[in-house]
């Protein structure tokens, strides 16, 4: 709990951060002066990159009696990176878009990764896309998966990453991403999540060295879903005239 000014070889430390928030429109509340300046523990939802909250995105079961379908998106990596892959709900019937499961591991060569990516069909069965990055040698190994696998995994659109993070947490904060809680591998997606934090020194670039392999194949394949086009039924909407409506 020691903060910066239980530090006794900083000098006139108060003042020195009273220029640092007046120059950057921060106050005494604001979480990067607490946690930074203050020793306190505070969560700041603006410095993550996916603003993933239990409290608002964690689903205990996925609902039934609706028909849904699949989207898969895989990151590829070799040795120190892993590849990763991630599965999303969606239906037309559900307001927003579900992580079923998460799954990443080193050192995988494309015929065994190809293996894992059949589990996930026999598992799944109904993929609307299956999305990879074609990066690299990515190219080759989605090639391969397409010609000697049987499996239709189509190149991941990559441009504009840093427009369409802003678009996904914008899903996390009004609750149209959720997240199966239990599912296999799934705490390795929310766990970058939680830990993915923006570079303060470059705008718009994520901060070198943390893990985000989970996360950019939950991004890829989150591209490719229209959850954003749900409607509710008729019965839902508040009646004409009314002040809900």
Known sequence: RWSLF??????????????????????????????????????DEESLVYPYLAERNDLETLPGGIEWSYYLGLDLGHSPDPSAVVVWAESVDYPALVAVEAFKKTEMIPSELAEKLHEFVGRYKRFAA???????????????????????????????KYDYQQLMADDFKTARIRVLVGA???GELTDEWN?????????????????????DAALYSWRRAYHYQYQPPPDALPGEGTEAW
């Not at 934090?197 to 996360?215: F, I, S, T, V």
């Open 6 to 43: 239980d530090n006794l070889y900083i000098p006139n430390a108060r003042a020195r951060v009273e220029v640092i928030l007046e120059k950057n429109g921060w106050t005494w509340e604001t979480p990067k002066v607490k946690r930074e300046y203050l020793g306190l523990w505070c969560r």
């Open 130 to 160: 299956m999305v990879g990055d074609s990066g690299g040698l990515g190219k080759m190994a989605i090639e391969e998966f397409k010609k000697r696998h049987g499996l239709p995994v189509q190149p991941a659109e990559k441009k504009h």
């Open 184 to 186: 296999p591998g799934i």
């Open 195 to 215: 830990h993915l934090e923006w570079d303060p020194d470059k705008p718009g670039r994520e901060k070198q060295g943390l893990p985000n392999h989970c996360a």
